[in-house]
C-alpha cells in the first residue's frame, strides 16, 4: 500500500469512528432526563358528565361511586376538568362532600407536586401593572 492511502484510509477510519461521532460532553455538563410523557387519558369524563341522567335521589351516590371506581384512575387535568365542572353537571345535588372527595383525588395524584396543591387552594398572584 502507498503512504497516500495508508493516510487516507486512516483519515477516514478516524473520522468515522463512533467516538468522534458522538457529540463531546464534559463532565456535569451532561442534560437532564428528559419527563416520561404524560399518561394516555385513562378515564371518560363524558361517564361522570352523563350522570347529570340520573334521578337528583340517586345522582350524589352515583357521583361518589364513579369516583371511587374509574375516577380514582382519572389523570390531574381530569379530575381539575371534573371539579371544575361539577356544579354545572350535578346541579342541584352538588355538595361539599363531592366537592371533597375530588379535592381528595386531586390531592392524592399531585402530593409530589406543591404547586397543583397550592393552586387548588389559593387565588393566583395578579399581574403586575405595566409602567405607562
Known sequence: MR?????V????????SPVLTQPLSLPGTEEAPKPA?????NCKVSEFRSLMEEPESRRLQAA????KGPGKDCSIDRLILLRNNRNAWMGTVDSPVLA????ALIEEKAKDD?????????????????PQ
Open 64 to 67: 361518589l361511586n364513579w369516583l
Open 9 to 16: 484510509t486512516a483519515v477516514v477510519f478516524l473520522f468515522s
Open 100 to 103: 371533597g372527595a375530588l379535592d
Open 3 to 7: 503512504p497516500i492511502q495508508v493516510f
Open 37 to 41: 410523557p404524560p399518561p394516555p387519558p
Open 114 to 130: 406543591p404547586g397543583v396543591i397550592q393552586g387548588l387552594y389559593t387565588s393566583p398572584v395578579p399581574p403586575a401593572k405595566q
